[in-house]
């Protein structure tokens, strides 16, 4: 019984990040229709970032701070100064049709080699800002910690702050007009370029929230948020990439199913699972488990 | 532009065969090794011409299908103990069936999704050699193409002879790539990539080319694996995500429709770490940017390309030219 509460705690911890990185991916595709896979860059930047501020001043909250700032900031730059220019430039042919996929990709491989000139390519760590001991239950300790309880509180604040500006504000209405049809939603008044940029602002910062909460459990290296980022992608899918609801049931699900098949059975199997899990529910629920009705194509 | 009778194709693939070992006798052993790199490149770049650049499917992560090749490759060897040559068909056969697999979901699905699957394909996969003992974990396996027959003289080197391998192994499949591409399987390719619902309406099968077109680039891939894994090692540092991006940035450079353009692209691959070591000399043979340099050049290259002339150099100059012969 301890074990399995632990194991739970553990897989929703894992699962408010992989959440977090759902929420980035699902909120530039609905904004642009690209699966950003430059946010494993743009977080691992911003990661390294908030590194370089709790080395300098050794206060974790400012480097949180700073690092969704920067995250926000560098999402609304790569979609205005590159994501623009690529639409503008839209043409015929077998590349132009997947031209902004394989440009987030570049942009990946940039960002990634650019930190790497900088901070080099050896393992880092980011000390943890609150004991990593677990909590005792029942006069046993269990793997979860306070660490665990931060980054789901976290995640948490950012989902809840999510769902009030989409759900409450004026700005969450345009948001969701455009992603629904841009078309009809410029006829009615919403100017959809601008509301395209606060997308990727949203996303930028949500992926940076989730490097700096996912780093202190684990290592910095500049492809360290690799893994993440698949992960965030298999919970967007399981969630049917449309939906914000989705993406964050999806990422509990799928840290829930990996904290379970890492306890009981291997860690080996952890990621053949995870890419069955993808694959099936492509095939079987390709609208996502709460996803809209409409068929995926584009 | 005309295309070649297969005969005189042939005779052209022959000719270009035995110049190339005409100069790797007369070049220094790096850049034979360079040579046989471009050919792996090349066969591995055109696995994705015929998959995005004929069947209209994308890939982000070949770069596991050539890991698969490889992997298979070196278990036939070190564990079923089959001859050299045989590892080959091996290879191909182990990554189409993978590819098959993939194909058959692919098929299902557009655009992101596949692209999607198959990054997570390329980012989990060399994780798992890590994680089972039989795949040697860091270090690999061994993959060996043995030594050059002692007839061919003291003076052959393993370079010289890795490079006659891959550049005769290269050779036939594209030639036999070429063959395929202008065939039926390659017109319904086509036809499929330009408008998959005329081309429903016309006959051609849509699910079953496209999964055939994933399986065959995915043997292909296989077979570039195992080239790559003879020159270098079979290990999950040969094949990181950034082989992947690399053959991408090839492919698209290459203009992704022609065979031809796929070496271009090839020795444009061979050629940037070379700058790229010039310029990190230049800037003070900082490690940090020695080995960065090249993936940022190709990264850069890639967006470059796909902002200014999304269909490769090539098609812009085509299109510059009839624009120009309009006036």
């Known amino acids: 019984m301890r074990e399995l509460i632990g194991t739970l705690l553990i897989g929703i911890t894992l699962g408010s990040i992989y959440s977090l990185m759902a929420l980035a991916l699902v909120l530039v595709w609905r904004s642009t229709r690209v699966i950003n896979f430059a946010q494993a860059g743009q977080a691992i930047l911003t990661t390294y970032i908030a590194y370089e501020i709790i080395n300098r001043t050794g206060v974790f909250w400012l480097a949180i701070l700073f690092a969704v700032v920067a995250g926000a900031l560098l999402g609304a730059g790569i979609e205005y100064f590159l994501m623009r220019t690529l639409f503008r430039h839209a043409d015929e042919g077998p590349v132009a049709a997947i031209a902004p996929v394989i440009a987030t990709l570049g942009l990946l491989g940039i960002i990634r080699s650019v930190v790497g000139m900088i901070w080099g390519n050896e393992f880092r760590s980011i000390a943890p800002p609150v004991s990593t001991t677990g909590f005792v239950f029942n006069g046993q300790p269990l793997p979860f910690s306070m660490l665990n309880l931060v980054v789901i509180i976290g995640a948490a604040i950012v989902m809840i702050i999510f769902s009030f500006i989409f759900q409450k504000t004026d700005l969450g209405l345009s948001l969701r007009a455009s992603a629904f049809q841009p078309e009809i939603a410029r006829l009615a008044g919403i100017r959809v370029g601008p509301i395209r940029t606060i997308g990727w602002v949203f996303a930028g910062a949500a992926g940076a929230f989730a490097g700096v909460l996912v780093t202190p459990n684990d290592i910095l290296s500049p492809n360290s948020l690799d893994v993440l980022l698949v992960f965030g992608f298999v919970a967007a899918v399981i969630g049917g990439l449309e939906s914000l609801p989705g993406a964050v049931v999806g990422g509990l699900a799928l840290g829930i199913g990996v904290a379970l098949i890492t306890n009981y059975i291997s860690t080996v199997l952890v990621f053949p699972s995870v890419f069955i899990v993808l694959i099936l529910s492509l095939i079987l629920r390709p609208n996502g488990l709460i996803g809209s009705k409409r068929v995926r194509i584009a | ?327």
């Open chain 2, 1 to 327: 532009m005309h295309k070649l009778s297969t005969k005189k194709a042939f005779i052209a693939y022959a000719l270009f065969g035995w110049a190339l070992v005409l100069v790797a006798d007369r070049v220094s052993e790096l850049r034979v090794y360079q040579g046989a790199t471009i050919a792996i490149l090349t066969l591995a770049i055109a696995s994705i011409i015929l998959l995005t650049g004929y069947s209209g499917q994308v890939s982000l992560g070949h770069g596991a299908f050539l890991a698969i090749g490889a992997y298979g490759a070196a278990i036939a060897q070190s564990y079923w103990g089959s001859p050299f040559w045989f590892t080959f068909l091996i290879a191909i056969l182990v990554s189409a069936a993978f590819g098959f697999i993939l194909g058959f979901a692919a098929g299902r699905l557009s655009g992101p999704y596949i692209a999607g699957t198959t990054l997570a394909l390329a980012v989990g996969l060399p994780t798992l050699a890590n994680q089972f003992a039989f795949l040697g974990g860091e270090t690999g396996l061994v993959y060996d193409a043995g030594s050059p027959p002692a007839r061919f003289g003291e003076e052959f080197t393993l370079y010289k002879w890795f490079f006659w391998i891959a550049a005769l192994v290269v050779l036939i499949s594209i030639f036999l790539l070429r063959n395929l591409l202008n065939s039926r399987f390659g017109r319904n390719w086509k036809a499929l990539r330009a408008n998959p619902t005329a081309a429903a309406l016309a006959g051609v099968n849509v699910a079953s080319s496209k999964i055939l077109a994933f399986t065959i680039s995915a043997g292909v891939a296989g077979l570039a694996g195992a080239l790559l894994g003879m020159i270098s090692i079979v290990a999950p540092s040969a094949f990181p995500l950034s082989l992947s991006f690399t053959i991408i940035t090839g492919a698209v450079l290459a203009g992704v429709t022609s065979l031809l353009g796929s070496m271009l692209g090839a020795v444009v691959l061979v050629v940037v770490p070379e700058i790229a070591d010039a310029i990190a000399h230049r800037l003070g043979d900082s490690e940090k940017i020695s080995t960065n340099l090249p993936g940022f050049i190709v990264s850069a290259l890639l967006i470059l390309t796909v902002l200014f002339s999304p269909n490769g150099p090539a098609e812009a100059m085509r299109k510059r030219r009839e624009a120009h012969a309009k006036h």
